[in-house]
């Protein structure tokens, strides 16, 4: 644990076995029961068998006390995914009636060497409910995110977080750091979605307001699907067609000779609704679909060409015979 805290004893340098301790000798370690023939038998180290049959004692008798909460310590680093030692500890943290900020310095040394564990990370949670404080949460995911700014765990402990203790203020200013240092950063995007869908929500100034901050990020990088599907994500509730900049837009690009998968699969979407909808010039809105599905399959897109090809069929088929002689 860290400095001061009650079970610091459990680390040493050279490590000293549980038989050979003098405060254990009254503890019958408890062996793992693989049964009779084990077909794949783990061949563990001998400080992990005696370290977790010590922990398999305490556990059977209940006992709650700091060499207990020693051990779990012990366990814990030799596999920090184990989630009885965590709750056992929990259960030992809660009887002693331990400093909570301290069990909270711990397992961020924990986390910080097992980023990605989700055992750590709950038990982080816990103990930050136990608190009732996040006062240092966000400052300690934006050190983890540093290292991984896609780590899976630290975004979803962030988001608990941000939503337990309303931490909503300042974030979608850090979403905009890290979108300014990757645009590529789908988390950060992801993060935006969030942020704004719990809070002023997407209304028609959000929209508006939205849609040029993924846009302005697009011309920067026309390839990142990120922007796109963020754009796109603005107007989950809405139509493509109903937001005439967003065509407007494509159409900007393409003149300038962008041709990005991302930018004509969204001109497609575009003029699919359209015609689904029955807007006007449906035979002049048809061909544009079938031309720019024709261009990803045999230009800018070959890798997925069988699919677009296929898209080009599907329109074809479905809108063809209805625009039939329509101007």
Not at 132 to 153: G, M, P, R, V
């Amino acid at each position: 644990m860290s400095e001061g805290s009650s079970d610091d004893t459990g680390s040493h340098d050279t490590w000293v076995p549980f038989k050979d301790r003098p405060e254990w000798k009254d503890v019958k370690p408890i062996p793992q029961d693989d049964g009779p023939d084990p077909v794949v038998q783990i061949a563990y180290t001998d400080q992990f068998r005696e370290v977790y049959d010590y922990f398999r004692a305490v556990v059977a008798a209940d006992e709650k006390s700091e060499r207990a909460l020693s051990l779990t310590k012990e366990a814990a680093e030799l596999n920090p995914a184990n989630y009885s030692v965590w709750n056992y500890r929990r259960n030992i943290l809660q009887d002693l009636n331990k400093d909570l900020s301290n069990e909270l310095k711990y397992i961020s040394q924990v986390i910080e060497d097992n980023p990605k564990n989700y055992q750590v990370w709950h038990h982080r949670r816990v103990i930050v409910e136990w608190l009732e404080d996040a006062k240092d949460e966000l400052l300690f995911t934006e050190k983890i995110l540093q290292d991984d700014a896609k780590n899976y765990h630290a975004w979803q402990h962030r988001q608990w977080c941000i939503q337990q203790f309303s931490l909503w203020a300042k974030e979608l200013d850090y979403v905009d750091k890290l979108l300014k240092e990757d645009v590529r950063n789908n988390s950060a995007w992801n993060q935006r979605h969030f942020v704004i869908k719990n809070t002023t929500g997407y209304t028609d100034d959000v929209v508006v307001k939205e849609l040029k901050y993924a846009q302005d990020f697009i011309r920067k990088a026309p390839n990142n699907e990120s922007a796109w599907n963020y754009m796109k994500g603005v107007l989950l509730d809405r139509k493509l067609f109903d937001n005439p900049s967003v065509l407007e837009f494509c159409h900007d690009l393409y003149s300038k000779q962008i041709r990005s998968p991302f930018l004509i699969a969204c001109m497609i979407e575009s003029y699919e609704e359209m015609l689904e909808f029955g807007k006007p010039k449906k035979e002049e809105t048809l061909q544009k679909a079938l031309q720019l599905c024709n261009e990803l399959a045999e230009e800018h897109d070959t890798l997925r060409k069988e699919y677009w090809q296929y898209m080009g069929r599907s329109i074809a088929s479905k809108y063809g015979t209805d625009v039939s002689g329509d101007s």
